[in-house]
């Protein structure tokens, strides 16, 4: 039998725009939510795993907790906070993703705006190796059949080639940009000035890997966090997440420095190998940046 936690509660309504202020419109509808727990009482993992595939099949199982079978680098954290991302701003623009690999961040964005009416989601990535980052295998078969076994096929729209050659021609306006391609610094930055001037005003630019990868890490110092573009920063794990405004008004640059501290901190502590600094620096972040 299936149990769910969270079966008698009732689902999200999404909030009209008009609902909201200019200020608090987007990052409200971010904070993480509760995740819905699946359990099959009765079978053994094996068994469960493969309950779980024949649901994805059929099209039943829209849960972020089964998406986290997919292969990726996502925390259960960040799959749900991509799903909240791709929520916000419907209307505005398309959704774009920087690297697919095996589809996972791809699934978790295409639900996040299925579940609003929103727009389908363009996966940029060659699907090729890549040993430089470690990556030693053709993705694309893997891609596409994980996208079709998540039922969100038609939500997607693969583009089976590089960064820079997507960005030829683009016209199309953004509204949530997500980063998660080459890790190396000078491929980081390609693929953020490439794609960072078609987000729209408003628009959310979303980076994965900015806690530990040093190519994140310093565009996001360099075209983020210095900039007077962006504000209401906000972090779950390895994501950092930024809204693009017309300029930083002086409350937003006041909490984003904020934060920018309290991701200090938490950087520090990791570094000094403090008890349970991970796990605590996590929470605390999502809970007063989301």
């Not at 009482?41 to 024949?54: D, M």
């Amino acid at each position: 039998m299936l149990y769910k936690d969270s079966a008698e509660k009732p689902p999200i309504k999404p909030v009209r725009h008009s609902e909201r202020s200019e200020e608090s419109r987007v990052f409200q509808d971010l904070r993480p939510f509760t995740s819905f727990r699946v359990t099959f009482r009765g079978h053994s993992s094996a068994e469960s795993y493969k309950i779980v595939r024949k649901l994805r099949k059929k099209g039943k199982m829209r849960n972020l907790k089964a998406i986290m079978e997919v292969p990726g680098m996502l925390t259960l954290n960040e799959a749900e906070y991509l799903y909240r991302l791709a929520q916000a701003y419907p209307g505005k623009g398309v959704i774009v993703e920087i690297g697919s690999w095996k589809g996972k961040s791809t699934i978790c964005l295409c639900l996040g705006s299925m579940a609003v009416g929103g727009e389908k989601v363009y996966a940029v990535d060659p699907h090729k190796p890549l040993a430089e980052e470690g990556y030693v295998e053709d993705t694309e078969a893997e891609f596409r059949q994980h996208i079709m076994e998540a039922g969100v096929e038609s939500h997607v729209v693969p583009m089976v080639t590089t960064s820079e050659e997507a960005a030829q021609g683009w016209n199309k306006p953004i509204r949530l940009l997500w980063i998660d391609g080459d890790h190396r610094y000078e491929q980081v930055k390609r693929d953020f000035l490439l794609w960072e001037p078609h987000v729209a005003e408003g628009g959310i630019i979303a980076m994965h890997d900015t806690i530990r990868k040093k190519g994140p890490k310093r565009v996001l110092w360099e075209n983020v966090f210095r900039s007077d573009r962006f504000q209401a920063v906000s972090i779950v794990d390895n994501i950092t997440a930024a809204r693009k405004v017309k300029r930083t008004s002086a409350w937003g640059t006041l909490t984003k420095w904020a934060t920018i501290g309290c991701r200090a901190i938490y950087i520090a502590a990791r570094k000094m190998r403090f008890p349970y600094a991970k796990p605590v620096g996590r929470w605390l972040l999502r809970k007063l940046t989301t």
